[in-house]
């Protein structure tokens, strides 16, 4: 494995890189940190170049300014990340807050991109109007106003399915607890507001997929993920387990990318950008 800093407007990202063979970007959630993807890595590092970074302002990445931080902003990263280290293309796959950057990403800048897999995306905005789950963004900022950081979080894990159940790697989990601030303060108005281009998504030179785990049907979190297929007329795929099954149960999580991925590597082989 080989890690470093990656120089970006406004910030450096600490990245990783494990494996060989086409590149694939994966970009973390809520918390924004690599480690997330650490052992979904390792298993698909026989396949696959993998690229894992700690978002902005998380983490041991810098650019923790106290201003607030825009989906343009993170998708410009992701793409100077795809740029520096992975020959100017990659598969990207994102989970969460991540499958928003990657959706952002695709439709702000489709040249860098081979193929997305956009995993439960909390894209709340694009349910019905009255939907009880568009409220989750403004329910959980008012509970940050009012007890900061550790409320918020400790309020977050109790709506998302499996949470407490199993344990997080120490270094992640002790890492996570230094960003959660970060992230109802700087990210937070930015994901709340995320409503995807349907248009620019339709016509993507590359094969999108979303998805969501078996676990998590009519969660708030994962049924925007089948709106969304509907309205961009992509394909949608069921994950194995809950919403970060990647750390509770990876392997069976990263045989369920590594099909994914290997099809949209083929598909951009066969049919390539023109």
Do not use: C
């Amino acid at each position: 494995m080989v890690n470093g800093m990656l120089a970006v407007d406004g910030a450096e990202l600490y990245y990783e890189v494990l494996g060989t063979g086409p590149a694939l970007l994966m970009i973390s959630g809520a918390g924004g940190d690599a480690g997330y993807y650490s052992a979904v890595a390792e298993d698909l590092a026989d396949a696959f170049t993998v690229i894992t970074y700690d978002r902005r302002g998380n983490s041991r990445s810098t650019g923790r300014d106290g201003m607030p931080t825009t989906l343009d902003e993170q998708a410009a990263d992701a793409r100077a990340v795809v740029a520096e280290l992975a020959g100017d293309r990659a598969l990207v796959f994102g989970s969460s807050a991540g499958a928003i950057i990657g959706l952002t990403l695709a439709a702000r800048h489709p040249e860098v991109m081979a193929g997305l897999i956009a995993h439960e995306p909390p894209a709340v905005n694009v349910l019905p109007d009255g939907d009880p789950a568009r409220s989750f963004f403004p329910e959980l900022a008012a509970v940050h106003a009012q007890g900061g950081g550790p409320a918020a979080g400790r309020h977050f894990a109790q709506g998302v399915r499996g949470e407490g159940a199993y344990r997080w790697p120490d270094d992640v989990w002790k890492r996570f607890l230094g960003n959660q601030d970060h992230l109802f303060t700087a990210e937070w108005p930015a994901l709340a507001a995320f409503l995807p281009d349907d248009q620019a998504l339709r016509s993507a030179p590359f094969p999108i997929v979303l998805g969501a785990g078996s676990e998590d049907r009519g969660a708030y979190y994962a049924r925007p993920s089948i709106e969304i297929a509907r309205r961009i007329d992509a394909p949608w795929a069921e994950f194995p387990g809950i919403h970060m099954e990647y750390l509770r149960a990876p392997a069976p999580f990263a045989a369920a990318i590594r099909a994914l991925a290997t099809l949209l590597h083929w598909q951009a082989t066969v049919s390539p950008p023109a």
